[in-house]
């Protein structure tokens, strides 16, 4: 029996149209029992946003910005992760050793001048994850004094980063405010108010 084939229906794009972008929905509202999954953002459902280690920093703080993120991967030429750059970085005091040091200015700062460079990050394995709940994730941060976490996943042979956990989404998945951008007191905040919640 041969199948028939018809042509589907169109019609004209509205003036307006958008396009669909990935979406990593997350639940609006975790305890410390939820999975990790659930506080994890995805990039098998998000993109990651990007920068180049030439970029200069006022790039990625306007791209950072525009994105409403304080994270960017840094990507090399051949699409391999070099590095990340955060708010922190952009922010603290990188920028003026740097423009100091070398007696330039700041907006001749490159991302790759403040970066943290690959070797110098770590990583939780996904299969660690999916078996967590929230509560691992926050004493995870806490325990390395990080604002954020990647997750990383064998894909074919190659270490792939999957995902990435971040102390500001937590905390306001968890229903907390922090007032302090210091780590170490950031956790105290968490504790205090978790405590009386």
Known sequence: MTTTYTSLPSRNLDKIAGLLCPACVLPEQ????NPALDVMTD??????????????????EERMIRRKVRLLFVMDSEDRVAGLITSTDIYGEKPMQVVQSRG?????????DIM???ERLEAIDFDDIAHARVGHVLETLKARGRQHALVIENVNGQQMVRGLLSLSQLCKQLGVTVETAEVAHTFIEIEQQLAHA
């Open 30 to 33: 975790v305890g410390l029992d």
């Open 116 to 118: 943290t460079p690959v």
């Open 104 to 112: 330039i200015r700041r907006h001749e700062v490159l991302v790759a």
């Open 43 to 60: 990039f098998r459902c998000l993109t990651a946003f990007i920068a180049t280690p030439g970029d200069t920093v006022k790039q990625a």
